[in-house]
């Protein structure tokens, strides 16, 4: 992520999740912060989401798992 764009774009597909209650996303130490049910979205979903939030051809992101 470079600009508050992305991290708006990012934090915008994390929210498109069902079972996401909310995402901070830190555009400084290129990380977010979210909060979720675990029965319904899995730690896979949020890193394919991220990599979605990225998918216009000028753009792309990748995610893994820091802590749960």
Not at 5 to 16: E, I, K, Y
Request: proline content about 0%; glycine content about 8%; aromatic content about 6%.
């Amino acid at each position: 992520m470079c600009c508050e764009n992305c991290a708006t774009r990012v934090r915008n597909g994390l929210l498109s999740l069902e079972g996401v209650y909310g995402a901070e996303v830190y555009l400084n130490m290129a990380m977010a912060e979210v909060s979720f049910d675990n029965q319904k979205v899995s730690a896979k979903m949020l890193v394919e989401a991220v990599a979605r939030a990225g998918n216009d051809g000028r753009h792309e992101y990748r995610a893994e798992l820091v802590a749960a």
